[in-house]
């Protein structure tokens, strides 16, 4: 009995286990931003930005 109690209690590996969920939720995030900013619209967007913020008028 004692035995499941400790396996049932004992915590080892939960820190290990809540960096790999967080480390692939950010793969995750990096992906999708990496498909947005691929697109030829946000290409667009984000380049007429720039050309903007660059110009002198």
């Not at 499941?4 to 692939?24: K, N, S």
């Not at 946000?42 to 110009?55: E, F, N, P, Y």
Request: glycine share 8%; hydrophobic share 55%; proline share 0%.
């Amino acid at each position: 009995m004692r035995m499941l109690e400790r396996l049932v209690h004992e915590e080892d590996g939960a820190a290990t286990a809540e960096y790999v969920i967080a480390t692939m939720a950010a793969v995750g995030f990096a992906g999708l931003l990496v498909v947005i900013l691929r697109s030829d619209e946000v290409r667009g967007i984000l380049t007429d930005m720039v050309q903007r913020a660059l110009s002198v008028q």
